[in-house]
Structures are given as structure tokens and as C-alpha cells.
């Protein structure tokens, strides 16, 4: 009787073990490490580049607004060294070298301000400017100084329009509005003096 009380206590712990060494994977999973973050850094890495933010609109049209004042004084300094050559009578040629000097001085101070855009506004005042020049040029004596007075009383009648409308509407920085607002005042001031030189002719 004790010989089978033990074969059975035996028999039963043997089982509980089989039994423990059976179910403890299933009931007691292994505990697995915590899942790092997706790895930020190679995510990055092949993450497309992020886009640079456009240009703004001020800074562009800075530039436009530069780009025509720069076409403005490309023409006034190429038509008063073509006025010199002329050999133009000694008023006309004083206005002619104000002229060049002064839109020279303006255009240096342009071009510090900032890139002048070369858009297709800009290309054709350029191209007009050419032409007009071209037709100038055919002239000689009293009827070139005639038509080189009037085409300054027109080109600085139309500079100011363009200051006044265009070019104070586009510019945004303070430096810019500042530099047109001293150009108009300068523009004025050679749109005075050609017309006393056409009413004197």
C-alpha cells in the first residue's frame, strides 16, 4: 500500500512537471525587447529633400521694379552719348551730359539695390528704347537737337507715369521705395529743364 501511494505521488509530480514544461511557453510568452521608434534618421535620409521655399513676391518684384528703372537708365545714358557725338549746340550738350552723369550715378545706386530682372516687360522697354534711338540717330544738325529735346520731354514725361504706377505699386522693401522716390524727384527735375530747352527752340 505505501509502495503504491508513492508510485502515485511520484506518477503526479512527474506529470506536473511535463505539465509545467509544456504549457510555459504557451502561458508565459517570452517577453519580447520593446520595438525601437522607426529609426528617424534613415527615414530622413531617404525622405525626399524638402522643396525650397519660392522666392517672394516682394523680392521679385523688387527686382522688376529695378529691372525697369535699369532700362530707363540704359536709354537715358545711351541717347546723351549719342546727343555728344552729335555735336550738339553747347545748352543741349550740358543737358545731355547731366544726362549721362546723373542716370549714371542712378543706375550705379540700382544696381547696388538688388538683381534687376530681365523678364519680357524688361527686354521689350529695351528693345524700344533701340529702336527710338535708331530713329534718332538718322538725324543731324537743328532737326536732331529738335527731336532729341522732344524725345527727352517725352521719355521723362513717361518715366515719372511709370514711377507713379508701376513702379511704386511693385517695390516692397524700404530701400527700393526710398531709391524711387529719389529718382522721381530727379526724373522732375530733368523733365523741367528739357521743356525750358523745348521752348526755347
Excluded: F
Excluded at 523688387?62 to 529691372?67: E, I, K, M, T, V
Excluded at 524700404?174 to 527735375?189: I, M, N
Amino acid at each position: 500500500m505505501k509502495t503504491s501511494l508513492l508510485l502515485a505521488g511520484a506518477l503526479t509530480i512527474a506529470t506536473l512537471a511535463a505539465c509545467d514544461r509544456r504549457e510555459m511557453p504557451e502561458n508565459q510568452p517570452t517577453p519580447e525587447p520593446a520595438t525601437p521608434a522607426p529609426d528617424t534618421a534613415a527615414a530622413a535620409s531617404t525622405a525626399p529633400a524638402a522643396t525650397p521655399p519660392a522666392p517672394t513676391t516682394a523680392s521679385s518684384d523688387d527686382s522688376l521694379a529695378l529691372g525697369l528703372l535699369g532700362s530707363v537708365n540704359e536709354h537715358e545714358i545711351a541717347a546723351a552719348r549719342q546727343a555728344k557725338e552729335k555735336k550738339v549746340s553747347a545748352p543741349v550738350l550740358a543737358y545731355a551730359e547731366m544726362m549721362e552723369t546723373e542716370h549714371g550715378a542712378n543706375q550705379a545706386k540700382t544696381q547696388s539695390l538688388g538683381t534687376l530682372a530681365s523678364t519680357d516687360e524688361v527686354k521689350a522697354m529695351k528693345e524700344q528704347g533701340t529702336a527710338e534711338l535708331a530713329t534718332l540717330g538718322q538725324k543731324s544738325g537743328k532737326d536732331y537737337e529738335t527731336a532729341y529735346i522732344d524725345a527727352m520731354v517725352k521719355g521723362h514725361t513717361d518715366a515719372l507715369a511709370l514711377i507713379d504706377t508701376r513702379l511704386l505699386t511693385l517695390a516692397s522693401s524700404e530701400a527700393v521705395k526710398q531709391h524711387l522716390t529719389d529718382t522721381r524727384d530727379h526724373v522732375a527735375k530733368h523733365l523741367e529743364a528739357a521743356q525750358k530747352l523745348q521752348a526755347g527752340k
